[in-house]
């Protein structure tokens, strides 16, 4: 029992102490070069926080920069698990959002109990068939996953500019017709009125039962069974009478429909409409933020949070320091994580081989 007990407090701590440092040691690298090229890094990081932090509207913000970052992390943690790395989110989630656009709009006149559902399921679907093609190429023809999912991106990307432009386009813009009403998604400020004027809205809800369904489908289920199995050793996963090919599909599939529902917090809750090129590169830093948070989902809620309090906090102080400064930030912390991780792991082995060869000789 005492060993039980001794071994999830070592687990713990390998799990918490290395992020918590390398957030820590990633201000403090910002504060240097900060300082290196003469700004003051005491107001830079009073206003940062003051203005994000500090007042509603900035965590609205900051809320809604984090809900679709919780949704492509669950993306490439999904992929990370089973030992893939699934570089396609940004892909993914383009078609999903187009896909959550074109119902939208395309069904007016359903209520929106129904229309809502219809439109997020159409994102997941739109995800899932985007994710689901590099998995069926990895699984038949041992096609390298990451060169498959780069290229899906640059498909993604064709494609939707061919349909904002010439099939659903709106004149003289970048982006498709509105959707109904019945399809919008509120936003915060209708419980929260202080949140008044931030675009955060309740699809944050979903971002958050996204991540505890993903739990529970890691940890709770034989598929999340498969999905570590393989990851961790791909030919004990076949001894086991694991399908390791079709687990990888059904993996991409998943993978890719979480990173399909993001078209939730900007199309529904937020613009209305599909944008060429709303995305920013979430799809990229939810990688980021899956390694942050070691592929938990729920370490993948509090990365997703810090990280999208680095991009909005980037906003509030562009006028003081530019703004690759934060893009150093967010380097910064994946390169210590991987350090520190691996130094920390080294310490606790070296620990418990110190404790254990004292205890043989007693």
């Known amino acids: 029992m005492i060993r039980t007990t001794s071994a999830r407090a070592v687990s713990l701590l390998v799990r918490l102490v290395p992020p918590f440092l390398a957030l ?3 201000l403090l690298a910002g504060a240097v070069v900060m300082a290196a090229i003469g700004k003051d890094p005491v107001l830079v990081y009073s206003r940062f926080f003051s203005e994000t932090l500090g007042t509603p509207y ?54 929106a ?27 038949r023809f041992g096609a390298h996953e990451v060169i498959n999912t780069i290229m899906m991106n640059f498909i993604a990307a064709a494609l939707v500019s061919y349909l904002v432009t010439n099939v659903f386009a709106v004149p003289a813009t970048v982006h498709t017709p509105t959707i109904a009403p019945s399809a919008e998604i509120a936003r915060l400020d209708l419980v ?37 199995a393989v990851g961790l050793n791909p030919h004990a996963a076949t001894y086991g009478r694991i399908s390791v090919k ?47 948070a070691k592929n938990n989902p729920g370490g993948i809620i509090a990365a997703s949070l810090f990280f999208g309090l680095l991009e909005y906090g980037g906003l509030t102080v562009n006028t003081l320091v530019p703004k690759e400064i934060i893009n150093i930030l967010q380097a910064v912390v994946i390169i210590l994580l991987i350090i520190l991780t691996r130094v920390f792991q080294r310490w606790i082995e070296h620990f418990q081989l110190v404790r254990e060869t004292a205890a043989g000789h007693v």
């Open 113 to 139: 109990f129904l229309l809502i559902p219809f439109c997020l399921l159409g994102g997941i679907a739109g995800g899932a068939l985007w994710g689901g093609i590099p998995g069926i190429l990895k699984a």
């Open 246 to 292: 079709w687990t990888t599909v059904k993996t991409m599939l998943i993978a890719g429909g979480f990173a399909g529902l993001v078209g939730s917090n900007f199309v529904l809750g937020y613009k209305h409409y599909f944008e060429l090129g709303f995305s920013e590169g979430i799809g990229f830093i939810g990688i980021a933020v899956a390694l942050l």
């Open 192 to 228: 929260f009125p202080a949140l008044h004027g931030s675009p955060a809205n309740f699809s944050i809800l979903i971002a958050f039962a996204a991540c505890g369904l993903c739990s529970y489908l890691i940890w709770k289920t034989r598929l999340g069974y498969e999905i570590r």
């Open 24 to 26: 820590v040691l990633s």
């Open 58 to 111: 900035g965590i609205g913000q900051v809320l809604f920069k984090a809900t679709p970052l919780m949704l492509t992390g669950l993306s490439a943690a999904v992929a990370f698990r089973a030992g893939l790395f699934n570089i396609g989110a940004e892909g993914q989630l383009t078609i999903g959002a187009i896909a959550t656009a074109i119902i939208g709009c395309s069904f007016p006149g359903l209520p």
